[in-house]
Protein backbone atom coordinates (compact mmCIF):
# COMPACT_ATOMS: atom_id res chain seq x y z
CA UNK A 1 0.00 0.00 0.00
CA UNK A 2 1.48 3.43 -1.16
CA UNK A 3 2.14 5.58 1.53
CA UNK A 4 -0.97 8.40 2.05
CA UNK A 5 1.48 11.75 1.24
CA UNK A 6 2.99 10.02 -1.76
CA UNK A 7 -0.70 9.02 -2.86
CA UNK A 8 -2.06 12.02 -2.06
CA UNK A 9 0.62 14.55 -4.14
CA UNK A 10 0.38 12.24 -6.94
CA UNK A 11 -3.24 13.10 -7.06
CA UNK A 12 -2.80 16.58 -6.57
CA UNK A 13 -0.54 16.74 -9.44
CA UNK A 14 -3.13 15.64 -11.85
CA UNK A 15 -5.83 17.66 -10.43
CA UNK A 16 -3.32 21.16 -10.78
CA UNK A 17 -2.81 20.15 -14.16
CA UNK A 18 -6.78 19.85 -15.16
CA UNK A 19 -7.61 22.62 -13.33
CA UNK A 20 -7.12 26.90 -13.03
CA UNK A 21 -4.66 27.81 -10.10
CA UNK A 22 -7.60 29.66 -8.08
CA UNK A 23 -9.77 26.89 -8.63
CA UNK A 24 -6.81 24.15 -7.21
CA UNK A 25 -6.16 26.52 -4.41
CA UNK A 26 -9.64 26.86 -2.94
CA UNK A 27 -10.57 23.37 -3.04
CA UNK A 28 -7.96 21.57 -2.54
CA UNK A 29 -5.69 23.29 0.56
CA UNK A 30 -5.71 21.88 3.49
CA UNK A 31 -6.78 18.76 2.23
CA UNK A 32 -4.84 15.21 2.74
CA UNK A 33 -5.55 11.48 3.27
CA UNK A 34 -5.92 10.43 6.25
CA UNK A 35 -6.95 6.48 6.33
CA UNK A 36 -6.83 3.39 3.31
CA UNK A 37 -8.76 0.81 4.74
CA UNK A 38 -9.71 -2.30 2.20
CA UNK A 39 -9.87 -0.35 -0.71
CA UNK A 40 -10.97 2.75 0.42
CA UNK A 41 -9.61 6.13 0.82
CA UNK A 42 -10.45 8.76 3.70
CA UNK A 43 -10.27 11.97 2.65
CA UNK A 44 -9.74 14.74 5.10
CA UNK A 45 -11.12 17.97 4.10
CA UNK A 46 -11.53 21.72 6.40
CA UNK A 47 -14.98 21.66 6.44
CA UNK A 48 -18.36 20.94 5.44
CA UNK A 49 -18.42 23.04 2.32
CA UNK A 50 -15.34 21.83 0.56
CA UNK A 51 -16.48 18.27 1.61
CA UNK A 52 -19.72 19.11 -0.33
CA UNK A 53 -18.30 20.28 -3.00
CA UNK A 54 -15.56 18.54 -3.53
CA UNK A 55 -18.12 15.05 -3.51
CA UNK A 56 -20.26 16.77 -6.09
CA UNK A 57 -17.72 18.56 -8.39
CA UNK A 58 -14.75 16.53 -8.15
CA UNK A 59 -15.75 12.88 -6.70
CA UNK A 60 -15.69 10.94 -10.12
CA UNK A 61 -12.53 13.10 -11.24
CA UNK A 62 -10.47 12.24 -7.52
CA UNK A 63 -11.63 8.61 -7.48
CA UNK A 64 -10.42 7.85 -11.56
CA UNK A 65 -6.86 9.60 -10.56
CA UNK A 66 -6.45 7.50 -7.17
CA UNK A 67 -7.29 4.54 -9.21
CA UNK A 68 -4.49 5.80 -11.93
CA UNK A 69 -2.32 5.68 -8.65
CA UNK A 70 -3.66 2.34 -7.70
CA UNK A 71 -5.56 0.07 -8.95
CA UNK A 72 -6.71 -1.48 -5.41
CA UNK A 73 -8.42 1.40 -4.77
CA UNK A 74 -12.34 0.59 -4.82
CA UNK A 75 -14.01 4.04 -3.16
CA UNK A 76 -13.54 7.27 -1.79
CA UNK A 77 -14.88 9.06 1.65
CA UNK A 78 -14.46 12.18 3.37
CA UNK A 79 -14.47 13.35 6.49
CA UNK A 80 -13.98 16.73 8.81
CA UNK A 81 -10.39 16.88 9.90
CA UNK A 82 -9.07 19.37 11.96
CA UNK A 83 -5.26 20.31 10.92
CA UNK A 84 -3.80 19.30 14.04
CA UNK A 85 -5.25 15.68 13.65
CA UNK A 86 -4.42 14.49 10.22
CA UNK A 87 -1.88 12.91 11.31
CA UNK A 88 -3.39 11.42 13.82
CA UNK A 89 -5.31 7.88 13.19
CA UNK A 90 -8.74 8.03 12.48
CA UNK A 91 -11.28 6.89 15.22
CA UNK A 92 -14.09 4.22 13.83
CA UNK A 93 -17.27 6.52 13.93
CA UNK A 94 -19.86 7.66 11.73
CA UNK A 95 -18.16 9.73 8.71
CA UNK A 96 -19.67 12.86 7.70
CA UNK A 97 -20.05 12.15 4.07
CA UNK A 98 -19.79 8.76 2.56
CA UNK A 99 -19.56 8.45 -1.47
CA UNK A 100 -18.99 5.46 -3.50
CA UNK A 101 -18.10 4.89 -7.28
CA UNK A 102 -18.61 1.36 -9.09
CA UNK A 103 -15.04 0.48 -10.46
CA UNK A 104 -16.84 0.48 -13.89
CA UNK A 105 -17.92 3.94 -13.27
CA UNK A 106 -15.42 6.38 -14.66
CA UNK A 107 -16.45 9.85 -15.84
CA UNK A 108 -15.77 9.08 -19.35
CA UNK A 109 -17.06 6.94 -21.71
CA UNK A 110 -14.46 4.45 -22.00
CA UNK A 111 -15.76 2.96 -25.54
CA UNK A 112 -16.06 6.51 -26.52
CA UNK A 113 -13.88 8.51 -24.75
CA UNK A 114 -16.45 10.95 -24.86
CA UNK A 115 -17.24 13.39 -21.40
CA UNK A 116 -21.33 13.63 -21.22
CA UNK A 117 -20.31 16.89 -20.02
CA UNK A 118 -19.72 18.37 -23.36
CA UNK A 119 -23.68 19.45 -24.70
CA UNK A 120 -24.55 21.76 -26.87
CA UNK A 121 -27.10 22.69 -23.82
CA UNK A 122 -24.09 23.55 -21.64
CA UNK A 123 -21.87 25.17 -24.62
CA UNK A 124 -22.21 29.20 -24.30
CA UNK A 125 -22.65 30.97 -27.51
CA UNK A 126 -21.45 34.40 -28.23
CA UNK A 127 -19.79 36.43 -30.88
CA UNK A 128 -16.46 34.99 -30.84
CA UNK A 129 -17.74 31.54 -31.78
CA UNK A 130 -21.13 31.83 -33.04
CA UNK A 131 -19.84 30.78 -36.53
CA UNK A 132 -18.09 27.67 -34.71
CA UNK A 133 -21.42 26.67 -32.91
CA UNK A 134 -23.26 27.50 -36.29
CA UNK A 135 -21.03 24.89 -38.40
CA UNK A 136 -21.42 22.30 -35.40
CA UNK A 137 -25.15 22.62 -35.82
CA UNK A 138 -24.76 22.03 -39.67
CA UNK A 139 -22.90 19.18 -39.10
CA UNK A 140 -25.41 16.94 -36.49
CA UNK A 141 -28.11 17.68 -39.13
CA UNK A 142 -26.61 16.11 -42.25
CA UNK A 143 -23.65 14.42 -40.57
CA UNK A 144 -20.95 13.09 -42.94
CA UNK A 145 -22.53 15.67 -46.12
CA UNK A 146 -22.22 19.33 -44.91
CA UNK A 147 -18.80 20.39 -43.48
CA UNK A 148 -16.93 16.79 -43.54
CA UNK A 149 -14.09 17.45 -41.95
CA UNK A 150 -14.89 20.27 -39.10
CA UNK A 151 -11.93 21.75 -38.79
CA UNK A 152 -12.02 23.97 -35.38
CA UNK A 153 -9.13 25.57 -34.25
CA UNK A 154 -8.05 28.27 -31.78
CA UNK A 155 -6.13 29.01 -28.01
CA UNK A 156 -5.76 26.81 -25.60
CA UNK A 157 -9.03 27.21 -23.37
CA UNK A 158 -11.14 28.92 -26.21
CA UNK A 159 -14.26 25.84 -26.21
CA UNK A 160 -12.79 23.36 -29.42
CA UNK A 161 -13.20 20.49 -27.20
CA UNK A 162 -16.35 21.09 -25.87
CA UNK A 163 -18.08 21.47 -28.93
CA UNK A 164 -16.54 18.65 -31.14
CA UNK A 165 -17.77 16.60 -28.36
CA UNK A 166 -20.92 18.19 -28.27
CA UNK A 167 -21.43 17.23 -31.78
CA UNK A 168 -20.38 13.85 -30.94
CA UNK A 169 -22.71 13.53 -28.15
CA UNK A 170 -25.50 14.79 -29.77
CA UNK A 171 -24.75 12.00 -33.03
CA UNK A 172 -24.10 9.79 -30.65
CA UNK A 173 -27.58 9.93 -28.74
CA UNK A 174 -28.88 9.62 -32.26
CA UNK A 175 -27.70 5.95 -32.30
CA UNK A 176 -24.36 6.58 -34.53
CA UNK A 177 -21.27 5.21 -33.94
CA UNK A 178 -19.35 7.81 -32.31
CA UNK A 179 -15.26 7.47 -31.26
CA UNK A 180 -13.19 10.64 -29.77
CA UNK A 181 -9.18 10.73 -29.55
CA UNK A 182 -6.45 13.15 -29.35
CA UNK A 183 -3.65 12.93 -31.75
CA UNK A 184 -1.32 12.07 -28.68
CA UNK A 185 -3.22 8.96 -28.48
CA UNK A 186 -3.51 8.06 -31.67
CA UNK A 187 0.13 7.92 -32.77
CA UNK A 188 0.80 5.78 -30.02
CA UNK A 189 -1.70 3.21 -30.63
CA UNK A 190 -0.49 3.32 -34.20
CA UNK A 191 3.02 2.66 -32.90
CA UNK A 192 2.19 -0.13 -30.42
CA UNK A 193 -0.01 -2.05 -33.51
CA UNK A 194 3.14 -1.46 -35.68
CA UNK A 195 5.58 -3.30 -32.46
CA UNK A 196 3.50 -5.84 -32.08
CA UNK A 197 2.37 -6.52 -35.47
CA UNK A 198 -1.02 -5.88 -35.76
CA UNK A 199 -1.34 -2.62 -38.13
CA UNK A 200 -4.26 -4.52 -39.57
CA UNK A 201 -6.14 -4.56 -36.22
CA UNK A 202 -5.94 -0.48 -35.75
CA UNK A 203 -6.74 -0.31 -39.29
CA UNK A 204 -10.05 -1.56 -39.05
CA UNK A 205 -10.73 -0.07 -35.10
CA UNK A 206 -10.99 3.16 -36.47
CA UNK A 207 -12.78 2.56 -39.80
CA UNK A 208 -16.09 1.00 -38.10
CA UNK A 209 -16.66 4.51 -36.91
CA UNK A 210 -19.60 6.54 -38.18
CA UNK A 211 -17.93 9.76 -36.52
CA UNK A 212 -14.30 10.24 -35.64
CA UNK A 213 -13.01 12.92 -33.30
CA UNK A 214 -9.53 13.97 -33.12
CA UNK A 215 -8.51 16.60 -30.91
CA UNK A 216 -4.72 18.73 -31.00
CA UNK A 217 -3.88 18.03 -34.70
CA UNK A 218 -1.11 20.24 -34.41
CA UNK A 219 1.35 17.44 -32.67
CA UNK A 220 1.29 15.30 -35.54
CA UNK A 221 4.16 17.89 -36.74
CA UNK A 222 6.71 16.11 -38.16
CA UNK A 223 5.48 12.43 -37.59
CA UNK A 224 5.58 11.58 -41.02
CA UNK A 225 4.57 7.45 -40.77
CA UNK A 226 1.11 8.38 -38.40
CA UNK A 227 0.44 11.10 -41.30
CA UNK A 228 0.37 8.35 -44.10
CA UNK A 229 -1.84 6.34 -41.35
CA UNK A 230 -4.44 9.38 -40.93
CA UNK A 231 -4.62 10.23 -45.22
CA UNK A 232 -5.24 6.39 -45.75
CA UNK A 233 -7.90 6.46 -42.86
CA UNK A 234 -9.51 9.71 -43.37
CA UNK A 235 -10.07 8.70 -47.14
CA UNK A 236 -11.62 5.99 -46.07
CA UNK A 237 -14.25 7.49 -43.74
CA UNK A 238 -14.87 10.72 -46.26
CA UNK A 239 -15.57 8.36 -49.00
CA UNK A 240 -18.04 6.65 -47.04
CA UNK A 241 -19.68 9.85 -45.58
CA UNK A 242 -18.69 9.40 -42.31
CA UNK A 243 -18.16 12.61 -40.33
CA UNK A 244 -14.78 13.88 -39.11
CA UNK A 245 -14.12 16.31 -36.75
CA UNK A 246 -10.19 17.43 -36.28
CA UNK A 247 -9.04 20.54 -33.45
CA UNK A 248 -6.35 22.40 -33.28
CA UNK A 249 -4.50 25.43 -31.63
CA UNK A 250 -3.52 26.92 -34.92
CA UNK A 251 -5.26 26.49 -38.55
CA UNK A 252 -3.79 23.67 -40.50
CA UNK A 253 -1.90 25.92 -43.00
CA UNK A 254 0.08 27.13 -40.26
CA UNK A 255 1.24 23.55 -38.94
CA UNK A 256 4.78 22.91 -39.53
CA UNK A 257 5.73 19.75 -41.00
CA UNK A 258 2.21 18.77 -42.17
CA UNK A 259 2.07 17.54 -45.30
CA UNK A 260 0.53 19.06 -48.08
CA UNK A 261 -1.81 16.21 -48.90
CA UNK A 262 -3.39 16.40 -45.25
CA UNK A 263 -3.75 20.30 -45.01
CA UNK A 264 -5.56 19.83 -48.52
CA UNK A 265 -7.95 17.15 -47.18
CA UNK A 266 -8.56 19.59 -44.12
CA UNK A 267 -9.16 22.34 -46.18
CA UNK A 268 -12.28 20.07 -48.37
CA UNK A 269 -14.97 20.75 -45.19
CA UNK A 270 -15.05 23.98 -43.38
CA UNK A 271 -11.87 25.65 -41.19
CA UNK A 272 -13.12 27.76 -38.56
CA UNK A 273 -11.65 29.59 -35.82
CA UNK A 274 -13.01 30.50 -32.00
CA UNK A 275 -10.63 33.78 -31.13
CA UNK A 276 -10.70 35.28 -27.89
CA UNK A 277 -13.89 35.73 -26.17
CA UNK A 278 -14.86 39.09 -26.51
CA UNK A 279 -16.08 41.12 -23.46
CA UNK A 280 -19.32 40.61 -24.22
CA UNK A 281 -19.08 37.07 -24.60
CA UNK A 282 -16.64 36.61 -21.32
CA UNK A 283 -19.87 38.61 -20.06
CA UNK A 284 -22.53 35.91 -20.59
CA UNK A 285 -20.83 33.08 -19.67
CA UNK A 286 -19.90 34.72 -16.22
CA UNK A 287 -23.67 35.11 -16.59
CA UNK A 288 -24.26 31.51 -17.19
CA UNK A 289 -22.09 30.36 -15.21
CA UNK A 290 -22.68 31.77 -11.90
CA UNK A 291 -26.79 31.93 -12.55
CA UNK A 292 -27.03 28.72 -10.30
CA UNK A 293 -25.56 29.73 -7.18
CA UNK A 294 -26.83 31.10 -4.19
CA UNK A 295 -25.73 34.28 -4.13
CA UNK A 296 -25.58 35.04 -8.36
CA UNK A 297 -22.76 37.92 -9.34
CA UNK A 298 -23.94 41.38 -9.75
CA UNK A 299 -24.12 42.82 -13.11
CA UNK A 300 -21.19 45.23 -11.53
CA UNK A 301 -19.22 42.40 -10.41
CA UNK A 302 -19.89 40.43 -14.29
CA UNK A 303 -19.21 43.55 -16.12
CA UNK A 304 -15.72 43.56 -13.71
CA UNK A 305 -14.78 40.36 -14.05
CA UNK A 306 -15.36 39.81 -17.94
CA UNK A 307 -13.17 43.57 -18.20
CA UNK A 308 -10.57 42.44 -15.98
CA UNK A 309 -10.17 38.54 -16.20
CA UNK A 310 -9.06 38.33 -19.81
CA UNK A 311 -7.55 34.99 -19.91
CA UNK A 312 -8.99 31.86 -21.44
CA UNK A 313 -12.31 30.51 -20.71
CA UNK A 314 -10.93 27.55 -18.63
CA UNK A 315 -9.04 30.62 -16.58
CA UNK A 316 -12.55 32.68 -16.20
CA UNK A 317 -14.52 29.46 -15.09
CA UNK A 318 -11.79 29.02 -12.43
CA UNK A 319 -12.63 32.49 -10.65
CA UNK A 320 -15.79 32.32 -11.72
CA UNK A 321 -16.08 29.18 -9.50
CA UNK A 322 -13.72 30.89 -6.76
CA UNK A 323 -15.95 33.72 -5.98
CA UNK A 324 -18.84 32.36 -5.70
CA UNK A 325 -17.19 29.78 -3.08
CA UNK A 326 -16.45 32.78 -1.50
CA UNK A 327 -20.02 34.01 -1.19
CA UNK A 328 -20.98 30.65 0.50
CA UNK A 329 -18.97 30.71 2.68
CA UNK A 330 -19.64 34.57 3.61
CA UNK A 331 -23.05 33.53 3.41
CA UNK A 332 -24.08 36.37 1.68
CA UNK A 333 -23.03 38.11 -2.18
CA UNK A 334 -19.28 39.51 -2.12
CA UNK A 335 -19.07 43.33 -2.45
CA UNK A 336 -17.37 44.62 -5.97
CA UNK A 337 -14.20 45.72 -3.97
CA UNK A 338 -14.08 41.97 -2.30
CA UNK A 339 -14.00 40.65 -5.64
CA UNK A 340 -11.43 43.09 -7.13
CA UNK A 341 -9.30 42.18 -4.20
CA UNK A 342 -10.03 38.74 -4.44
CA UNK A 343 -8.94 39.09 -7.98
CA UNK A 344 -6.15 40.78 -7.59
CA UNK A 345 -4.51 38.05 -5.09
CA UNK A 346 -5.57 34.89 -6.95
CA UNK A 347 -4.66 35.74 -10.82
CA UNK A 348 -1.07 35.69 -12.25
CA UNK A 349 -0.26 39.23 -14.30
CA UNK A 350 -0.12 39.75 -17.91
CA UNK A 351 2.34 37.97 -18.93
CA UNK A 352 5.53 40.15 -19.78
CA UNK A 353 6.31 39.93 -23.78
CA UNK A 354 9.46 41.80 -25.04
CA UNK A 355 9.16 43.30 -28.35
CA UNK A 356 11.99 40.87 -29.99
CA UNK A 357 9.78 38.15 -28.84
CA UNK A 358 6.30 39.64 -30.90
CA UNK A 359 8.26 40.32 -33.87
CA UNK A 360 9.43 36.84 -33.95
CA UNK A 361 6.48 34.87 -33.37
CA UNK A 362 4.65 37.47 -36.23
CA UNK A 363 7.70 36.58 -38.42
CA UNK A 364 7.37 33.04 -37.82
CA UNK A 365 3.31 33.35 -38.11
CA UNK A 366 4.11 34.47 -41.90
CA UNK A 367 6.82 32.58 -42.94
CA UNK A 368 9.23 35.68 -42.98
CA UNK A 369 13.12 36.51 -42.16
CA UNK A 370 12.67 38.47 -38.45
CA UNK A 371 15.51 40.71 -39.82
CA UNK A 372 13.80 42.71 -42.81
CA UNK A 373 10.85 43.46 -40.12
CA UNK A 374 13.67 46.18 -38.96
CA UNK A 375 15.10 46.77 -42.10
CA UNK A 376 13.54 49.70 -44.55
CA UNK A 377 12.51 47.52 -47.16
CA UNK A 378 8.94 48.51 -48.44
CA UNK A 379 7.91 45.13 -50.17
CA UNK A 380 4.35 44.30 -49.69
CA UNK A 381 5.10 40.72 -47.78
CA UNK A 382 6.80 42.47 -44.93
CA UNK A 383 4.78 45.35 -44.68
CA UNK A 384 1.77 43.84 -43.69
CA UNK A 385 3.45 41.77 -40.77
CA UNK A 386 5.08 44.71 -39.44
CA UNK A 387 1.87 46.91 -39.29
CA UNK A 388 0.44 44.19 -38.02
CA UNK A 389 3.14 44.13 -34.89
CA UNK A 390 2.87 47.46 -34.18
CA UNK A 391 -0.92 47.21 -34.05
CA UNK A 392 -0.10 44.81 -31.52
CA UNK A 393 2.47 45.88 -29.69
CA UNK A 394 0.33 49.09 -29.30
CA UNK A 395 -3.06 47.71 -28.43
CA UNK A 396 -2.49 44.71 -26.41
CA UNK A 397 0.68 46.36 -24.48
CA UNK A 398 0.28 49.74 -24.39
CA UNK A 399 3.71 50.52 -26.06
CA UNK A 400 3.98 54.52 -27.00
CA UNK A 401 4.38 54.85 -30.33
CA UNK A 402 7.59 56.92 -30.52
CA UNK A 403 9.23 53.49 -28.23
CA UNK A 404 7.49 51.40 -31.21
CA UNK A 405 9.17 53.14 -34.11
CA UNK A 406 12.71 52.87 -32.07
CA UNK A 407 12.43 49.78 -31.19
CA UNK A 408 11.51 48.83 -35.28
CA UNK A 409 14.42 50.09 -36.87
CA UNK A 410 13.69 53.52 -35.85
CA UNK A 411 11.12 54.43 -37.19
CA UNK A 412 9.12 57.90 -36.58
CA UNK A 413 5.99 57.79 -34.92
CA UNK A 414 3.63 58.93 -37.21
CA UNK A 415 4.34 55.70 -39.34
CA UNK A 416 3.72 53.62 -36.26
CA UNK A 417 0.27 55.53 -36.22
CA UNK A 418 -0.51 54.96 -39.60
CA UNK A 419 0.28 51.68 -39.36
CA UNK A 420 -2.00 51.11 -36.35
CA UNK A 421 -4.97 53.09 -38.24
CA UNK A 422 -4.90 51.39 -40.95
CA UNK A 423 -4.82 47.34 -39.26
CA UNK A 424 -8.02 48.56 -37.51
CA UNK A 425 -9.83 49.69 -40.17
CA UNK A 426 -8.10 46.66 -42.29
CA UNK A 427 -10.20 44.31 -39.69
CA UNK A 428 -13.51 45.79 -40.39
CA UNK A 429 -13.56 44.71 -44.02
CA UNK A 430 -11.27 41.60 -43.60
CA UNK A 431 -12.20 38.70 -41.66
CA UNK A 432 -9.06 36.84 -42.38
CA UNK A 433 -6.94 39.25 -40.74
CA UNK A 434 -8.94 39.37 -37.91
CA UNK A 435 -8.69 35.69 -37.57
CA UNK A 436 -4.76 35.70 -37.84
CA UNK A 437 -4.44 38.59 -35.44
CA UNK A 438 -6.68 36.74 -32.94
CA UNK A 439 -4.53 33.53 -33.73
CA UNK A 440 -1.24 35.42 -33.37
CA UNK A 441 -2.55 37.29 -29.57
CA UNK A 442 -3.52 33.86 -28.25
CA UNK A 443 -0.31 33.13 -28.51
CA UNK A 444 0.74 35.73 -25.87
CA UNK A 445 -2.10 35.59 -23.51
Known amino acids: MMDNKKLWDSVLVEMELTLSKPNFNTWFKDT????QEDGAVYLGVPNTFVQDWLGSKFHNQILKALRGVSSTIQSLH?????????DRPVQDKPL???KELPIADTYINKEDNLNPRYTFESFVVGPFNEFAHAASQAVIKKPGIVYNP??????????????IQAVGNHLKNLGRKVFYTTSEKFSQEYLNAIQANKPNFFKEKYRKY???????????????????????LFNHLYDNNKQILFSSDKHPGLIQDLEDRLKSRFSAGMIVDIPTP?????????????????????????DYLAYS??????????????????????????????VKNFVKNNTKPKKLVSTKEVVKTVAEFYNIEEQLVYDKTRKKEIIKPRQIIMYILREDFNISYPAIGEKLGGRDHTTVMHSCEKIKNDMKADETLVQEINQLRSIFV
Open 150 to 163: LFIYGGTGHGKTHL
Open 278 to 302: DNESRAAIIRNKSASSRFPLSKDVI
Open 309 to 338: VTGNIRELEGIINSVTCQSDLKERELTLAE
Open 32 to 35: SIVK
Open 96 to 98: QTT
Open 210 to 232: DVLIMDDIQFFSGKMKTQEELFH
Open 78 to 86: YVISKEEMR
